[in-house]
């Protein structure tokens, strides 16, 4: 009989070391599993002992309790991952997600702003004090680079490449790139930097709280749903919006994807995809309005 604990824990080691997921990624897939040991436990089932008809009654509960298509595309993942493992160490006989069927999902289109609700935004931050100057060099790095929000809060001194105008960023996977960033971030980058606190210049983190500590996503996330509110833009507007924003702009100058892919630290180019759909959209929205035979 395996036992549940050590099963998990050699799992989740054999992910780190094997497969070089992010730290993000590794909490999901040991999240899904233990939520399948917990099942298991209540059914009185070993993990050896389930075959496919059982993963699939498993995964069919999920779905009559409301667990949407992504994440259970995200835990049958996790699940052959997981067996896989055992299937490798020998702790397993037959391997009962071999052949598993994701659902599919419908991408939903990622929630953009035009380039003059980026103008807007970007020139509506007061430079009233430290943090409003903070926000304003975080945005602009952002719309520069299409960073995603947990790169951006998590930058250091040391990634950045003031004099040069570029980024080192270790992505999803230890994925290196480098992102060049403009001018008009480097001159507000130059300005926060002036303007932090001595006391506080002592960490490695370039965007920090009133307090001198690493500012959260969440905070961040605070902030730009305020300025949004008050300039009066009712978009869903989140952290990623200035991601998504920079990358179909760039798309729609004639930017090659597989820049735009380098860039946005995209593993497959099918993602990047997503953003040239968004065009289409806009040609054909382009087209109803102006056509004279629409």
């Not at 007061?126 to 680079?145: P, S």
């Not at 960490?203 to 509110?229: C, H, P, T, Y």
């Not at 994807?257 to 382009?286: A, K």
Request: aromatic fraction near 10%; hydrophobic fraction near 40%; charged fraction near 25%.
């Amino acid at each position: 009989m395996l036992n549940y604990e050590k099963a998990v824990s050699g799992f989740i080691s054999y992910i780190v070391a094997e497969k070089g997921l992010s730290k993000n990624t590794v909490l999901a897939y040991k999240a899904d599993v233990l939520k399948f040991i917990k099942f298991a436990k209540k059914e009185q089932k070993f993990l050896e002992d389930f075959e496919h008809h059982d993963i699939t009654d498993f995964l069919w509960k999920l779905k009559i309790e409301g667990l949407n298509p992504r994440s259970i595309c995200r835990l049958i993942e996790s699940l052959k991952q997981f067996y896989k493992f055992l299937s490798l160490e020998n702790l397993i006989k037959s391997n009962p997600t071999l052949y598993l069927a994701s659902p599919k999902v419908i991408e939903s289109l990622p929630c953009i702003l035009t380039s003059d609700e980026v103008t807007f935004l970007l020139n509506s931050i007061n430079f009233n004090d430290e943090m409003h100057i903070r926000n304003k060099a975080m945005l602009e790095l952002m719309y520069a680079t299409g960073l995603r929000v947990s790169e951006l809060v998590n930058l250091k001194f040391s990634d950045m490449n003031l004099e040069n105008c570029f980024l080192r960023i270790l992505g999803k996977g230890s994925k290196e790139r480098l992102i060049p960033f403009g001018q008009k971030a480097k001159e507000f980058i130059n300005i926060y930097l002036r303007k932090r606190k001595p006391a506080l210049t002592t960490g490695d983190n370039i965007f920090i709280s009133r307090l001198g500590k690493k500012i959260s996503r969440v905070e961040f996330w605070r902030q730009l749903k305020s300025i949004a509110k008050n300039i009066g833009i009712d978009k869903n507007i989140t952290p990623h919006t200035l991601r998504h924003s920079f990358a179909s702009h760039l798309l729609a100058m004639g930017a090659e994807i597989r820049f735009v892919q380098e860039m946005l630290g995209h593993s497959s180019i099918t993602t990047t995809q997503i953003y040239t759909h968004l065009e289409r959209g806009r040609i054909l929205e382009q087209y109803r309005k102006f056509h004279p035979r629409w």
